[in-house]
């Protein structure tokens, strides 16, 4: 079936540092791949999205390349703030009018 | 521009209570709209989603049960809330067509006593 596994978390960073979270999927077709990011008690908020292989979408500092050879689309910011704690979500769309399919979302804490 | 309204943002029930939870969006025509679950540090539980008035598709068996009386609303409702029932309550819709981004309300909390 389709899904998406991303790294387990909790990931804690100092400020500045280099991030990278890890997510792959499975998936029938070509998928559009999503990211999103959750700050604490709020909803969640679309931070990019690719829709095609090779697409790197951007926001905020934050890129991901969509890789069909190796079925990923990790998550990358080359100098973490303290205001990036927050969890994050790789999601993709399979289908129609399917839901987006989640991962189990990566915890990350960013300490000054 | 679309903008997407829950609530109440709190909410505090004892168990055996009903529940009605209420989802608007504003700015958009015949969007699909979804309702999830976060329980304490877990990650989404799709609970239901409909891509019309009437149309409601139920992914989890449980004391829940959602409608859709109008094309921008969605309600989510209990006979009896569970103390399982407890979490976090987000709403999302989605332009019909070929645009698949969910876009998410601030989210209702649920606390079950």
């Known amino acids: 079936g389709n899904s998406v596994t991303q790294m387990e978390g909790p990931v804690t960073l100092s400020e500045e540092a280099f991030l990278t979270i890890n997510c792959t999927y499975t998936?029938?077709?070509?998928?559009?791949l999503f990211w999103y990011v959750q700050y604490p008690g709020e909803g969640l908020q679309l931070l990019l999205k690719a829709t095609k292989a090779d697409d790197k979408g951007s926001n905020k500092g934050f890129e991901a390349t969509y890789r069909k050879e190796t079925t990923s689309f990790h998550l990358e910011k080359g100098s973490v703030q303290v205001s990036d704690s927050a969890v994050y979500f790789c999601?993709?769309?399979?289908?129609?009018?399917?839901?987006?399919?989640f991962g189990k979302g990566t915890r990350l804490s960013v300490i000054a | 521009s679309q903008t997407i309204h829950q609530w109440p943002a709190t909410l505090v029930q004892p168990v055996g209570s009903p529940l009605s939870l209420e989802c608007t969006v504003e700015?958009?025509?015949?969007?699909?709209l979804y309702w999830y679950r976060q329980a304490a540090g877990r990650g989404l539980q799709l609970l239901f989603y409909s891509v019309g008035i009437g149309q409601i598709s139920s992914e989890v068996p449980q004391n829940l049960s959602a409608s859709r009386p109008q094309d921008r609303q969605f309600i989510l409702s209990s006979k009896k809330l569970l103390l399982s029932d407890s979490g976090f309550y987000l709403c999302a819709w989605r332009a019909s067509g070929f645009s698949y981004e969910q876009y998410f309300g601030p989210g209702t909390r649920l606390t079950v006593t």
């Open positions: 700015g958009t025509s015949n969007p699909n």
């Open positions: 998936a029938t077709g070509y998928p559009s």
């Open positions: 999601a993709l769309h399979y289908s129609g009018n399917t839901p987006l399919v």
